[in-house]
């Protein structure tokens, strides 16, 4: 299991940005697979970007050219700048983490979320 902090949530009006911080633990964070999902209330938890060991990315549809998953191997952290935001990004962001044991079992991490809300 691989322990995770957020932070940088807070409250933004429409059109600010934001830029949420995961750090991990762990050794090997380099060989991690990291996202970022988000959970509005009333609502299912929702992917809104994924970044691979080799760090190629993903994105929901909704915040493509707006949000930007990146990764520092260096300081364990993994970075969600979201720029442009809109009331509708507003949920608690989660970083989540897929890492392996020492008997190659996968294992998914999380963890306990940052509230990001965005005002009209």
């Known amino acids: 299991q691989v322990q995770l902090v957020e932070s940088g949530g807070g409250l933004v009006q429409a059109g600010g940005s934001l830029r949420l911080s995961c750090a991990a633990s762990?050794?090997?964070?380099?060989?991690?697979?990291m996202g970022w999902y988000r959970q509005a209330p009333g609502k299912e938890r929702e992917l809104v970007a994924v970044?691979?060991?080799?760090?190629?990315?993903k994105y929901q549809d909704s915040v493509k050219g707006r949000f930007t998953i990146s990764r520092d191997n260096a300081k364990n952290t993994v970075y969600l700048q979201m720029n442009s935001l809109k009331p509708e990004d507003t949920a608690v962001y989660y970083c989540?983490?897929?890492?392996?044991?020492?008997?190659?079992?996968?294992?998914?991490?999380w963890g306990q979320g940052t509230q990001v809300t965005v005002s009209s």
């Open positions: 989540a983490a897929d890492s392996y044991t020492t008997y190659a079992v996968l294992v998914r991490s």
């Open positions: 762990g050794r090997t964070f380099g060989s991690y697979t």
């Open positions: 970044i691979t060991s080799g760090e190629p990315t």
